[in-house]
């Protein structure tokens, strides 16, 4: 699969396209087909090594290179692990990474997480939405005085989450949408102004 990924943490420059394995699937796990990646302020963090930083004082996690960054993503089920139940392969999906996913974040056409942390998108939202928008509502949902981590937020959060977008009206904003392989023009048009979210779309070959 190609992916944006990084192979030392760093400024935009950074990130490059990279031809990586798609990763084995888990008896708990989800393999998605990315089709939208959600831009967040908190992407040029992780690129920089700030959350690793983090990671290996609290849970003594070491980052492996090349690595692939993002927390955002919807797309289409390609395979399910055996203890899954809840989906099926063709499912429409989005997906927020727990910080301590093992498989990488989500800047990559193929992505790996926990079922968990897997929700059908809302049938009035796009994949182009469904993808820019988990961090920033969930975040919303559990409050703004509560700082979000994706162990914070639990399945039965987003599950809520789904029930309030359902329950409408709910917009999310897409100010621009970049080619994954602009990974690193996306990451600079975040100094920029702009209003809604910045997206990424994988290119199919």
Do not use: C
Request: cysteine-free; proline content about 6%; charged content about 25%.
């Amino acid at each position: 699969m190609q992916a944006a990924a990084i192979n030392r943490f760093g400024g935009s420059d950074e990130l490059k396209m990279q031809t990586l394995p798609v990763l084995d699937v888990g008896p708990d796990e989800v393999l998605i087909r990315v089709e939208s990646i959600g831009v967040g302020v908190w992407d040029p963090w992780e690129r920089e090594g700030n959350f690793h930083k983090l990671f290996r004082e609290k849970y003594g996690v070491e980052p492996t290179f090349p690595y692939v960054i993002g927390f955002d993503r919807a797309g289409t089920v390609a395979a399910v692990g055996e203890a899954v139940t809840r989906f099926e392969a063709g499912d429409r999906v989005y997906a927020d990474r727990h910080l301590k996913n093992p498989k990488g974040g989500f800047y990559a056409e193929y992505a790996v997480v926990n079922a968990d942390h897997v929700f059908p998108i809302p049938d009035n939202l796009t994949v182009e939405q469904a993808g820019a928008m988990p961090v920033d509502a969930i975040t919303a949902l559990l409050g703004l005085d509560k700082a979000y981590v994706g162990d914070d937020a639990s399945p039965e959060d987003f599950d809520k989450l789904t029930r309030l977008i359902l329950s409408g009206p709910f917009e999310v904003h897409v100010a621009r949408t970049f080619p994954l392989e602009h990974a690193g023009e996306a990451h600079r048009f975040l100094d920029e102004h702009y209003l809604g979210k910045l997206a990424l779309r994988p290119s199919r070959r």
